[in-house]
């Protein structure tokens, strides 16, 4: 399924982490910007032209959108399940190796 999501005057992102019951998902950015944050991913600032894969059953938050925003979800199923999350672990930076 293919749909408009829009911005609600008002309307704050609650910045809960959760994820979808969903097989496919894909995200383009028609207007205005969003800060989304990933597992294992991190911040991902989204602009007019972004287009973002969501894997499947990834816990994911919405940080931040301004009033104009509007995205185009491809999402397979039509009609899918969110659940609540825990955040998750904070990610560990890689061991570095000095060189000399």
């Known amino acids: 399924m293919a749909h408009v999501i829009r911005a609600r005057p008002g309307k704050a992102?609650?910045?809960?982490?959760?994820?979808?019951?969903?097989?496919?998902?894909f995200v383009y950015v028609l207007k205005?910007?969003?800060v989304f944050e990933y597992e294992?991913?991190?911040?991902?600032?989204?602009?007019?032209?972004t287009c973002f894969y969501q894997p499947p059953r990834i816990r994911h938050r919405e940080?931040?959108?301004?009033?104009?925003?509007?995205?185009?979800?491809?999402?397979s199923p039509?009609?899918?399940?969110?659940?609540?999350?825990?955040?998750?672990?904070?990610?560990?930076?890689?061991a570095r190796r000095s060189r000399g």
């Open 13 to 25: 992102p609650h910045g809960e982490w959760h994820w979808h019951d969903v097989d496919v998902q």
């Open 32 to 34: 205005g910007s969003a």
């Open 40 to 49: 294992g991913i991190g911040r991902v600032v989204m602009k007019p032209g």
């Open 63 to 75: 940080i931040r959108h301004s009033p104009d925003l509007q995205l185009l979800e491809i999402v």
């Open 78 to 94: 039509a009609r899918f399940k969110t659940y609540s999350a825990e955040k998750p672990a904070a990610r560990k930076s890689p």
